[in-house]
């Protein structure tokens, strides 16, 4: 449990900076387009990082009452049951499913920022396709 709950925690966090800096960049496009169609573009954009944070916040929560719920069999020396360490290995994976997802949909909207090898979004971006591909997360 504690790989899959490391992995996770570390991919959740590569995964929120992803979605910081695309809002990020849809916010500076929107402040910089004069095009109301593109303005329209950009706002659902926003307004589906915005579904995604939520999400994430939903998760969070599943995710803590589950590492609770293994801290507390680990204080009180009770056998890790078979269905907490499953639903820690699911939520985990199913996690990292819906995130690549959400990353690979985004992407091509970022336009050359998230092309540039320089650039920090790519550098996430790679990063979490890179953690993905571990054999605990693999899908």
Do not use: C
Not at 9 to 34: C, D, P, S
Not at 88 to 97: G, P, Q, T, Y
Not at 120 to 132: D, G, H, K, M, P
């Amino acid at each position: 449990p504690f790989a899959h709950a490391t992995l996770l925690v570390n991919y959740l966090g590569m995964f929120k900076r992803y979605l910081y800096l695309a809002e990020k960049h849809f916010l500076v496009a929107l402040k910089n387009t004069q095009s109301e169609e593109v303005k329209g573009h950009l706002k659902r954009n926003v307004q589906s990082i915005d579904a995604e944070h939520r999400e994430v916040e939903r998760f969070e929560a599943e995710f803590w009452d589950i590492i609770n719920a293994i801290q507390e069999a680990v204080a009180t020396e009770d056998p890790l049951s078979a269905e907490l360490l499953s639903s820690l290995e699911a939520i985990s994976k199913d996690f990292v499913k819906k995130s690549r997802a959400t990353v690979s949909s985004m992407f091509h909207l970022l336009g050359m920022d998230a092309a540039r090898s320089t650039s920090e979004i790519n550098s996430v971006f790679r990063n979490l396709y890179t953690a993905s591909q571990h054999s605990l997360l693999n899908l």
